[in-house]
């Protein structure tokens, strides 16, 4: 029997696993495609400022934004993969009014959830792929996960598979309350002078990689589910983009792609064990912040579910 089951291989079920792997406890990961691909891989990795969010979120993103050097460095160490952790100057433009933060973290989601895998993979942990999970029975002992592929069996289950988490939820008598919000970006190379600070307004963002590439995000298109990227979502990003930054007019395209992320009706994600639950916890709902609160989020499941293993000793 696993300490630990989770499912969803995104940033936030792959840094969990990581966090309780760092503690000795035994995890198991498993994903319904294939880990890290899903709205992670979708996402520009902007550690936001808290004019960005919910005051509510407040603390929790301050927390993840002291964490993500620190596990940048970390999984370096380990796996000698470069997460892309950097800071830059960030300019934000809102209702009229513009503040310049003169060193903003960022992250590429892409290389970071690699990290993670190979460095659960360097330390023993088991990463399940192409795994349809069909039901999740709590009994007062542990935890079983049915699915396509075979049962597992473990102490706790904790639900991180993004928009996927409601379904899983159903099969455990478990509600919450989301809907997918579509989001499209796309990627481009401009030659010359480099772009060097990360730019935000209310239409577009536009954020430079290590690499070279600029990233121009997002379209929001709440209770869109569907895949592909359309003609007016990538025309309306290139607008808004060339009116902040007029350059941008002679880059060239290299990528396009699309995501869709979990919304509560509340706007503050969930994050601990479920309703009626002793041994079923969860982590999503967190929109386009996901990447951002990643750190803290899979922190204070951590700590939770280790908690919930001691009591069950005594």
């Given at each position: 029997m696993t300490d630990h089951i989770i499912i969803g291989g995104g940033?936030?079920?792959?840094?969990?696993?990581?966090?309780?792997?760092?503690?000795n406890e035994s995890v198991l990961v498993l994903d319904r495609g294939t880990c890290g691909q899903g709205t992670s891989r979708a996402a520009a990795g902007m550690l936001a400022t808290d004019i960005e969010l919910r005051e509510e979120l407040h603390t929790l993103a301050a927390r993840s934004r002291r964490l993500y050097p620190l596990l940048a460095r970390r999984l370096t160490r380990?796996?000698?993969?470069?997460?892309?952790?950097?800071?830059?100057?960030?300019?934000?433009?809102?209702n009229g009014q513009e503040y310049l933060f003169p060193s903003v973290g960022q992250i590429d989601p892409r290389r970071l959830t690699t990290a993670l895998m190979h460095v659960l993979r360097n330390r023993g942990v088991p990463i399940e792929e192409q795994v349809d999970v069909t039901r999740i029975e709590e009994s007062n002992d542990f935890i079983r996960v049915e699915s396509n592929t075979g049962t597992w069996t473990g102490r706790t289950v904790t639900i991180a598979a993004g928009r996927g988490s409601q379904a899983l939820l159903d099969t455990a008598s478990i509600s919450i309350a989301t809907y997918g919000v579509k989001g499209e970006c796309l990627a481009v190379r401009l030659a010359g002078q480099p772009l060097r600070s990360i730019l935000f307004d209310d239409a577009v963002y536009l954020v430079p990689?290590?690499?070279?590439?600029?990233?121009?995000?997002?379209?929001?298109?709440?209770?869109?589910?569907?895949?592909?990227?359309?003609?007016?979502?990538?025309?309306s990003l290139l607008q808004a983009a060339e009116r902040l930054y007029p350059p941008?007019?002679?880059?060239?395209?290299?990528?396009?792609?699309?995501?869709?992320?979990?919304?509560?009706?509340?706007?503050?994600?969930?994050?601990?064990?479920?309703?009626?639950?002793?041994?079923?916890?969860?982590?999503?709902?967190?929109?386009?912040?996901?990447?951002?609160?990643?750190?803290?989020?899979?922190?204070?499941?951590?700590?939770?579910?280790?908690?919930?293993?001691?009591?069950?000793?005594?």
């Amino acid at each position: 029997m696993t300490d630990h089951i989770i499912i969803g291989g995104g940033v936030i079920g792959l840094t969990l696993a990581y966090s309780l792997a760092c503690q000795n406890e035994s995890v198991l990961v498993l994903d319904r495609g294939t880990c890290g691909q899903g709205t992670s891989r979708a996402a520009a990795g902007m550690l936001a400022t808290d004019i960005e969010l919910r005051e509510e979120l407040h603390t929790l993103a301050a927390r993840s934004r002291r964490l993500y050097p620190l596990l940048a460095r970390r999984l370096t160490r380990e796996t000698g993969i470069d997460c892309g952790y950097r800071e830059q100057p960030f300019l934000l433009k809102r209702n009229g009014q513009e503040y310049l933060f003169p060193s903003v973290g960022q992250i590429d989601p892409r290389r970071l959830t690699t990290a993670l895998m190979h460095v659960l993979r360097n330390r023993g942990v088991p990463i399940e792929e192409q795994v349809d999970v069909t039901r999740i029975e709590e009994s007062n002992d542990f935890i079983r996960v049915e699915s396509n592929t075979g049962t597992w069996t473990g102490r706790t289950v904790t639900i991180a598979a993004g928009r996927g988490s409601q379904a899983l939820l159903d099969t455990a008598s478990i509600s919450i309350a989301t809907y997918g919000v579509k989001g499209e970006c796309l990627a481009v190379r401009l030659a010359g002078q480099p772009l060097r600070s990360i730019l935000f307004d209310d239409a577009v963002y536009l954020v430079p990689k290590a690499d070279g590439r600029i990233l121009i995000g997002a379209t929001e298109l709440p209770h869109d589910e569907t895949i592909g990227v359309s003609v007016a979502g990538v025309t309306s990003l290139l607008q808004a983009a060339e009116r902040l930054y007029p350059p941008i007019r002679d880059a060239v395209i290299e990528e396009v792609w699309s995501g869709v992320r979990p919304q509560t009706e509340s706007g503050l994600p969930y994050i601990g064990v479920a309703d009626s639950s002793r041994r079923i916890f969860i982590g999503t709902g967190h929109h386009r912040h996901g990447i951002l609160l990643a750190p803290a989020t899979a922190e204070v499941l951590a700590n939770t579910l280790r908690l919930t293993l001691k009591e069950e000793v005594r």
